[in-house]
């Protein structure tokens, strides 16, 4: 499965960005891409768990440790619809 995690860093400004560059994988998730981004959300994480719950544990893990606000979507690639 699919997902995008979009991360706010709460005024964390260099501290973030350095974070999200060292970001590793734990085991059952594969990171497809770290994105620092302009606009509302100031990073994405593009990844991929086996489960939902394997991506929550993962989600949560991130934003406990940083203290960045997350919002996570899963994602269908068009041509599979």
Known sequence: MLF?????PKGK???AIDYLKR???PKG???HDVYV???RYDGVVVF???TPKTAMSFVVDVG???GYLIETLSAVPAKEV
């Open 4 to 8: 995008m995690s979009l991360l706010s």
């Open 13 to 15: 400004g260099r501290e």
């Open 48 to 50: 991929e768990a086996p």
């Open 29 to 31: 998730i594969t990171i």
């Open 23 to 25: 970001l590793k994988a």
């Open 64 to 66: 406990i440790k940083t």
């Open 37 to 39: 981004t302009i606009g």
